[in-house]
């Protein structure tokens, strides 16, 4: 059994990597285990966790679990989406859709940390692409309103889910946001893929599903 260790920003991506990717992997031979992002590092070895704020806590965050002997690799689980300004690559990333850029800013992530064992994975552009898979599965989360036209029209706007664009005004989540003021990415985040499922999550999402067969071919 390979031991994967994986960085995740929060308490959503910790969850899908628990209740969905573990299940799918460990039948392929390999134990994956979120954790997430420290804020800070205390002496004693306590952590004070949250979002993911400079590339210095990234880099420290991966360094640190690159030590741990008993992982066989390291990866990451961030949004492409706000990521911070100060990642190596990101000055120079290039233009054009979200995947190209992901992979050159993995690259350059890879590059810097230096360590066989680690691959960085970088979600396009954010984790609410996912919620775009199935827009009548995510609908149904909201039951106050029917949903299922609004979101429809976002997801056939584009390729796919990952290609729905990183503004503050128009990146996944903002659009869920507006269309449905009370969401909670915790709550619907988890729900909604769940629902749809890896399959089609891994069929709509080429950039993900690359990952994944990475995770894969581990075991």
């Known amino acids: 059994m390979k031991r994967v260790l994986i960085s995740v920003e929060g308490q959503t991506e910790e969850t899908f990597v628990r209740e969905v990717l573990y299940k799918h992997l460990l039948l392929r031979n390999v134990f994956v285990q979120p954790v997430i992002v420290s804020t800070k590092r205390a002496k004693q070895g306590n952590k004070f966790k949250g979002g993911l704020l400079s590339y210095e806590q990234a880099r420290n965050e991966v360094r640190h679990l690159c030590e741990n002997k008993a992982a066989f690799a ?5 949004d492409l989406y706000h990521l911070p300004v100060d990642f190596p690559g990101y000055a120079t990333r290039p233009a054009g859709n979200g995947r190209a850029k992901a992979v050159y800013l993995e690259q350059a992530f890879q590059q810097d940390i230096n360590i066989p064992s680690f691959r960085p994975h970088l979600q396009v552009h954010e984790f609410e692409a996912f919620m775009f898979v199935d827009p009548k ?3 149904a989360l909201f039951p106050e309103n029917d949903l299922t036209r609004e979101l429809r ?3 056939e706007s584009f390729q796919s889910p990952e290609d729905i664009n990183d503004s503050p005004i128009t990146a996944p989540s903002k659009r869920i946001l507006a269309l449905y003021p009370k969401y909670d990415k915790p709550l619907y985040g988890t729900l ?5 499922g890896l399959d089609k999550l891994r069929a709509e999402c080429p950039h993900f599903h690359t990952w994944l067969d990475w995770l894969e071919s581990l075991g």
């Not at 909604?192 to 749809?196: F, G, K, M, P, S």
């Open 74 to 78: 390291v990866t990451t689980l961030y």
């Open 192 to 196: 909604a893929v769940l629902e749809i």
């Open 153 to 155: 029209e976002i997801r």
């Open 137 to 139: 599965k995510t609908a």
